[in-house]
């Protein structure tokens, strides 16, 4: 039991709440049971620590089951060691330390993605990791961070995509003109989704949703500029039917991937090998 909030190992883990120490150790947090859960079930081999709570194990004694399964210790600690740890204001009682895992770009294209997300300037950490969910809820077959949006390993980001994070690849760091023009290398159809765009449901009538595509999210505040619209072969909006002033971009990202997985999968049962 560690009951020590200052000691090392909890000091340690309670800084990969910041960029630079993650940068500098390649952890990073993961936190709540259905994320540890995750971790634990599909990448074991990269959790290197697990801190939970007495009554956190007695409410999910499946923890500390595949905890043993990976050959891990969980380390028991007491509610203040917890959120001395917990980026959280209210923690679940369960927290990770894990390993980074970015999938490298030339990795990522050797398998031939048929459904791809790309984020560009993407900042606001709840929607990147809601946008990671949807991919993986969706069937993609990779989400891409360009250098320029949030750090995927943020606190925030890793709760935000509720053990998706652990499902599917994640490519980060990379520019985008040159990530698209690799993309576009294999065949595969860039839209972007923007205010200025197309109707989706006319792409969706130009058959433009079936083959392989890579989706291209901009900043939630002002979009995608000129510039990075010119990248894609065409701009697509997400049409209102209603009254809203707009949809926010993690919701567009769900309409835009659901669309294509939909296509894509009515094509196949219509052209099956």
């Known amino acids: 039991m560690i009951d020590n909030p200052r000691s090392p190992r909890v000091r340690a883990a309670a800084k990969l709440a910041k960029k630079n120490q993650r940068a500098e150790t390649g952890l990073f947090l993961i936190e709540g049971p259905q994320a540890v859960a995750e971790a634990l079930q599909f990448r074991p081999d990269l ?133 698209l023009e690799r993309l576009r290398g294999l065949g595969t159809r860039i839209l972007a989704a923007d205010v200025s765009g197309d109707d989706l449901l006319d792409v969706r009538s130009d058959g433009h949703l079936d083959g392989p595509t890579a989706w291209l999210f901009g900043n939630e505040a002002r979009g995608l500029t000129d510039e990075q619209l010119a990248l894609a072969d065409r701009a697509v909006i997400v049409p209102i039917y209603g009254r809203a002033e707009s949809l926010n971009l993690a919701t567009a990202a769900a309409v835009c991937l659901y669309e294509s997985a939909f296509a894509q999968r009515a094509s196949a049962a219509a052209h099956p090998h």
């Open 47 to 179: 959790v290197t620590e697990v801190f939970a709570t007495a009554a956190a194990l007695d409410r999910h004694p499946a923890i500390a089951r595949a905890a043993t399964a990976a050959g891990l210790r969980i380390e028991t600690v007491t509610d203040a060691v917890l959120e001395t740890i917990a980026d959280t204001v209210t923690p679940q009682g369960v927290v990770a330390v894990c390993r980074q895992f970015p999938m490298a770009l030339d990795e990522l294209l050797a398998a031939r993605p048929r459904l791809v997300a790309v984020l560009e300037e993407v900042r606001d950490p709840g929607n990147a990791g809601t946008i990671i969910r949807v991919a993986d809820a969706a069937g993609a077959d990779a989400v891409i961070l360009t250098g320029s949006s949030v750090d995927v390993f943020n606190p925030k980001v890793v709760r935000a995509t509720t053990g998706s994070l652990f499902h599917l690849p994640v490519v980060v760091g990379v520019p985008l003109a040159a990530t």
